[in-house]
């Protein structure tokens, strides 16, 4: 059996895990001049939908900021503008040729991108478990614990292996991917696992519909077997009950988030949100609720440096983006991401599960794996097809 990959891509790959999402910037800027290379030069495409609505998206909200009296250069909330960037970004790599055209594009790039990304990813977690070593227990979620994984979360580790997955053919390579996401990610992850496990053989294509059914039906049974177990674990490990979920601090910030967006929001903050720099008072916040105890804690939590709480608090891609940027900003988010990540919507469908209890795509480490991915992708390196 033969086995190739790209070694300067997983050492890109291995390089960003390092150092999270400090890449973001430089790949920003790298993405940009590659877009205006191939769009605005050499391509004669014009979407015309795309591009009003992307113009009005990334024209009015720096406009509404520089007709705000209350905000300068000083007290910009440089995080939320980044997801900003980051929604525009998405929109511009989703039309990309070919992205939702081909989609045996990618089964054809495990040279360049599956098998450098999970090799990277399997190196990085032997490092990671050789740092929590001897102690057994910090093994699952090593990347909440381990020093070489201190710019990230177990979320976001897991995502990036569910990104993996999306990218292999090789059946071992996916198996090592999930394994991966299992113990390094939590219980999050584990659901998202489920939700692409439970639709990905519907999606297959060539088997007929009744053999889709009942693979189909096999794999949820098998998933709800091995996983459910796992989430319960994950749940015990952090002091949770699903029982008990009103005191799921999930449950309670979602809880803040909509009672202070029903009394705060009008007609047009529900349409266009408030904008990247309407951190929201603390005291605004909780003032409006009689707190127990654990409620006072998940406050805290929410709390940011400057004692106000930002749309990435809210731990919920959704809630996140309807903040800054209302229905409008919601639309282009899905829009785009759906056109994005249409080559393999079992995976687009456990994102969608990911965000509903994380910010994923909207943070600055997660968005420079996507950039690199659909970058690299789309340079259209001559390669020959790869055998394993």
Known sequence: MRFKFDVLIYTFFLFTLLTGGRLFIPLVI?????????????SKKIFKFDVILLSFFTLFY?????????INLSNLDIVE?????????LALISLEENNSQDNTTYKKLDFKLGNPLIIALFTFTLVCIFQVFPNIYAIYRFADRAPAAERIISTYFGFICLFSFSLLSNIY???????????????????????????????LKNITTKRKIIISFISILLSTLILFPVFQFSQLRRGRSIADFQNVDRFIIFSYAFK?????????DYIFGKGPDSNVELGVLMEQF??????????????????????????ND??????????????????????LFSYDVPFYLSILILSLFNSIITTTFCFAFIIIIFTYKNLNFKFKKNII
């Open 30 to 42: 790298i993405f940009a001049l590659i877009y205006i290379y191939k769009k605005l030069i050499f």
């Open 62 to 70: 720096p406009i509404q900021a520089l007709l705000n009296p209350d």
């Open 81 to 89: 503008w980044k997801v900003y960037l980051v929604i525009i970004i």
């Open 173 to 203: 390579l996916k198996i090592l991917s999930l394994f991966l996401a299992i113990i390094g990610g939590g219980g999050s992850i584990t659901i998202s696992i489920f939700v692409y496990m439970s639709t990905y053989f519907f999606y």
């Open 260 to 268: 202070y967006i029903d009394d705060n929001f009008n007609n047009i």
């Open 290 to 315: 009689s707190l127990t105890r654990r409620e006072e804690q998940i406050g805290k939590y929410l709390l940011a440096e400057s004692d106000s709480v930002s749309g990435k608090n809210f731990h």
């Open 318 to 339: 959704f809630l996140r983006i309807f903040a800054h940027f209302g229905i409008f900003g919601l639309f282009i988010f899905i829009r785009y991401s759906y056109l």
